[in-house]
């Protein structure tokens, strides 16, 4: 939307194209309703204790060019840190080396982070603003230490992110999920995580179940017959 930018000219967030739809398609009060209601451009109390409870994001980058990535963050409870109420900061670890959405952030500061409750609360909170990356050392400045906030990993840099607005993705249509033990589901030999082939032919070969043990013949197995014992 650009809360702070206002690129559009106009006293109300939103992009022009935004304003534009709203005309078109007559929403423009709804908008308003919304962006007075639910745009902040500083976190409030409620976002910064629903951000440190999270345990996911979706990232939006873009190139100098406009070409989008999203990608997937993920972590313990509390892995986006709060610095305060005009700052946050992720964790980037090892990854494949691509560095994608780094890099679109050195092109252009622009960046959308969405984190959603699909366990408890079904809602999902929008923050955008300006990102830059910085070392895990320099990230020593704001508090975070290099081997926060995933035990056994360490960060090799970090995403800080002036907020320039947070407002609210409503519960509609947001799925009601099951959280499960991810190492339990792996000790089962019958389930594997899908490898880095998985969707460029490579096979992904999952151990097979654990076969039952025989509970008497099978209904389609026609059992032989004993021989006959000789007539006298």
């Known amino acids: 939307m650009g809360l702070a930018a206002h690129a559009s000219g106009s006293d109300r ?12 398609f007559g929403t423009d009060q709804r908008a308003a309703d919304f962006y007075d ?25 873009a ?42 952030i050195v092109d252009n500061g622009h960046v959308g982070v969405l984190m ?18 910085i070392t895990a050392a320099a990230a020593m400045d704001y508090g975070l230490s290099d081997d926060e906030p995933t ?15 947070a407002y ?7 799925p009601l999920l ?6 339990a589901r792996i000790a089962d030999r019958s389930v594997r995580p899908a490898g880095a082939g998985y969707f460029v032919g490579e096979t992904w070969k999952s151990h097979p179940p654990k076969a039952s043990p025989p509970q008497g013949p099978s209904p389609l197995t026609r059992t032989p017959a004993s021989p006959r014992e000789p007539r006298p």
Not at 83 to 93: K, L, R, V
Not at 168 to 174: E, L, M, R, S
Not at 178 to 183: L, N
Request: hydrophobic share 35%; charged share 30%; aromatic share 8%.
């Open 13 to 24: 967030p939103g992009s022009h194209g935004e304003h534009l739809l709203q005309q078109l």
């Open 63 to 104: 190139d100098a060019q406009g070409e989008c990535d999203c990608t997937f963050r993920a972590g313990p409870p509390g892995f986006i840190k709060v610095i305060d109420e005009e700052t946050i900061a992720y964790p980037e670890y090892h990854g494949n080396g691509v560095m994608a959405s780094l890099g679109n």
């Open 151 to 165: 035990p056994g990993r360490r960060a090799e840099r970090w995403v800080v992110v002036s907020v320039e607005e």
């Open 37 to 61: 209601r639910q745009v902040r451009d500083r976190l409030n109390p409620r976002m910064r204790e629903f951000i440190g409870s999270q345990e996911m994001a979706f990232v939006a980058t």
């Open 168 to 174: 609210i993705h409503c519960a509609k249509n947001i």
């Open 116 to 133: 959603v409750d699909f366990f408890n609360d079904l809602v999902g909170l929008h923050v955008n603003g300006r990102a830059r990356v």
């Open 178 to 183: 099951k959280k499960e033990d991810r190492r």
